[in-house]
């Protein structure tokens, strides 16, 4: 077995989407102990190091990644739009949350949601009028397009959607439905 350098372990881990958190997991170890590795101020056991080693490698070899299941292009708004112009595209879509990009960088969704929530305080014909960025919410998570397909499922659990990015550029969009359809 050659023995990878901590910078060769953080970066093989980032690159398949992992955080400290799931490698130590899925090796049985301490978040702080795979930190300290990576950080170099440690030197493992070689039976630890060949559980991340195993960790990295049956992640990269897992197959399925974020690239695989998105959906492009991405339907989105801007801040400026009008949410009437998010209104439309939901429905000639069926989807009930848009990302909004500004300049192409994601900074936040509007859902359906949000937008009834404005009509109940504020009335219809007012909420017809606002722009996007009135009701626009915290954005989704963004994942690289390597990431795996089990980092999309835990982040899925928590989130609407995820937006895949690469290279600062918005490349697709994640939701729980394209998981699902890999059933199929």
């Given amino acids: 077995m050659e023995i990878p350098t901590p910078a060769e372990l953080r970066e093989k881990r980032i690159r398949m989407g992992l955080k400290q958190a799931d490698v130590a997991r899925m090796a049985g170890i301490s978040q702080s102990m795979v930190a300290r590795i990576e950080a170099g101020?440690?030197?493992?056991?070689?039976s630890t190091?060949?559980?991340?080693?195993e960790v990295l490698q049956a992640a990269e070899h897992s197959g399925v990644t974020a690239a695989d299941v998105m959906s492009a292009p991405v339907l989105s708004v801007a801040p400026d739009d009008p949410v009437g112009r998010a209104v439309e595209i939901m429905g000639q879509n069926g989807i009930s949350q848009l990302p909004v990009l500004e300049n192409g960088i994601p900074i936040g969704c509007i859902s359906e949601s949000a937008i009834m929530n404005a009509m109940e305080t504020g009335g219809l014909h007012q909420t017809?009028?606002?722009?996007?960025?009135d009701y626009m919410e915290p954005g989704f998570p963004t994942v690289p397009p390597t990431a795996s397909v089990d980092t999309v499922v835990r982040l899925l659990h928590h989130n609407h959607a995820i937006i895949v990015i690469e290279k600062g550029k918005v490349q697709g969009v994640i939701t729980k439905h394209n998981l699902i359809s890999l059933i199929t």
């Fill in 128 to 133: 017809h009028r606002k722009l996007v960025k």
């Fill in 41 to 46: 101020s440690v030197d493992p056991r070689v």
């Fill in 49 to 53: 190091l060949a559980k991340i080693v």
